[in-house]
Structure formats: C-alpha cells, structure tokens
C-alpha cells in the first residue's frame, strides 16, 4: 500500500505535464513502526500507481496507488507471520490496499531544496475493508524527463482492525516512506 502511494508522488515539469509511468526497479517502498520499545523497519515489495500530475497546476491531479499486502515485509517471521494472518493485513480477503487522492496542493512554505516542490495529495486510504482519510506530504524534483518524488504517510493501524490482542507492544502508528521515480507517459 505504501510503496503504491510513493509511485503517487511523482509528478513532472510543466513541459511534460500530465500522465506519468513509475519506473518500479527506480523506486521504493518502504515502512517504520516500533515493537517491543525497538524501532521496526520494512519493505513493501508490489506496489503501482496511475499518476496524472502537472506540477504547475496541482489541482487538476489524481494519483491512484495499490499495493499488495502480501508483499509487507518486516525482515522476520516474528513479525511477518502476524503482519499475514487474519488479525493483520488479512491478505487473502483483502488482498491490496489503495490510495487514491483527487486533491493535490503544492505547498508554498516548505524548504525542499534543490530545485523539488513540496506538495501534498488528501485523498482516501482503503486498506482491510476499511476507508480513512489519509495525506501525503512529499516533495518533487524534475530532472530532464524525470521526475523523482519522496514522501510519506502517517497511519494508525487500529484505525483499519490491524493488530490482534497480542501485539499489545506493537506501535500504532506507522510511518510509510515512499521514493518513486516517473517518466512521463504523455
């Protein structure tokens, strides 16, 4: 899910305004809790976005990402194997979640540095049978015909029934980072 909401994030230069095409060996997905007072990192292997962006005229964006769940990965069975199961991401009925964002605003007061804009797409984050609100804060750079985006999304996982009673030291907030790098389509 999260690796499909960073190939959202990338956009392109006005000249090459418009539909965008994830370069997926490129990009990344990757993921941040915290279990047992230790901080927990991860992948997210399968992910695709329909991006339409135009940098110099957010507004008319949308951004539609989808990753497979079963692709999480948390570098051990000992956290994987919950992750997998009925009381995490429950993969066999709900297999992929998405994002998908109708409202992209460029943000004028960030330091993005090197020449990136800072944007952030509100849209609605579908995981586990159930629908929140979510943003993605991230910042673009286009260079030549690409365009290379890093963001992230904050998520709490009880807000869509992820977690059983016994991930009790589990963190409920997680923090999925996204690199993705576009070429445009157009």
């Known amino acids: 899910m999260l690796r499909l909401l960073a190939l959202a994030l990338l956009a392109a230069p006005a000249a090459h305004a418009?539909?965008?095409?994830?370069d997926a060996d490129a990009?990344?997905?990757t993921f941040e809790t915290e279990a047992f007072g230790a901080p927990v990192t991860g992948e997210i292997g399968e992910f695709?976005?329909?991006?339409?962006?135009?940098?110099d005229?957010?507004?008319t964006g949308r951004i539609e990402a989808r990753v497979g769940v079963a692709s999480v990965d948390a570098g051990s069975s000992q956290f994987n194997d919950p992750l997998q199961s009925d009381a995490g991401f429950a993969p066999d009925s709900h297999p992929y979640a998405r994002f998908v964002s109708e409202q992209v605003t460029e943000i004028m007061d960030c330091e993005a540095g090197n020449g990136a804009r800072c944007y952030t797409a509100e849209g609605d984050l579908m995981l586990k049978g159930e629908t929140r609100p979510a943003t993605l804060h991230f910042r673009l750079a286009v260079v030549e015909d690409r365009a290379i985006a890093d963001g992230e999304l904050a998520i709490d996982r009880r807000d869509f029934g992820i977690g059983g009673a016994s991930w009790g030291d589990t963190g409920a907030e997680v923090t999925v980072r996204i690199h993705i790098e576009a070429i445009s389509a157009d």
């Open 18 to 22: 418009g539909d965008w095409r994830v």
């Open 27 to 29: 990009s990344s997905m």
């Open 48 to 55: 695709e976005a329909d991006i339409h962006l135009d940098p």
């Open 57 to 59: 005229a957010p507004e």
